[in-house]
């Protein structure tokens, strides 16, 4: 038996369920498929994915897209991702729901926040 994440899911259907929408991403460090590849990479990079849809924008949780703030509370501001070309939002700064002005223009949220399902503090 094979466990597949959202992720694998979405792209072992060739993303087909996006296909012609502007994409806004929620993702936190640990959105990757099983080859570690990260979600904005793969909806960014892969050729099928980039043909289908148009990632338009991200949003990051508390401890970031990136793990970068990672110590407890630490609040981040998004910003422009020189390598991506895309917003990076911060849902855990002063904003802590979506704007409308960050979601004007999107089609769909894709949401992929995996996690370890426990609370051990």
Do not use: C
């Not at 990260?38 to 991200?58: G, I, P, Y």
């Amino acid at each position: 038996m094979s466990v597949r994440s959202g992720l694998e899911v979405l792209e072992g259907r060739n993303f087909a369920p996006l296909d012609g929408l502007a994409i806004g991403l929620v993702v936190n460090q640990a959105s990757v498929n099983r080859n570690l590849v990260h979600a904005l990479d793969l909806f960014q990079t892969n050729s099928v994915a980039v043909e289908k849809f148009r990632l338009a924008t991200a949003f990051g949780p508390q401890h970031g897209i990136w793990g970068h703030t990672q110590d407890n509370m630490i609040e981040w501001e998004g910003y422009a991702d020189p390598r991506l070309g895309v917003p990076l939002y911060s849902l855990y700064g002063k904003e802590r729901k979506p704007t409308y002005a960050m979601l004007d223009g999107l089609d769909a949220l894709v949401i992929d926040l995996p996690d370890i399902g426990s609370r051990y503090y």
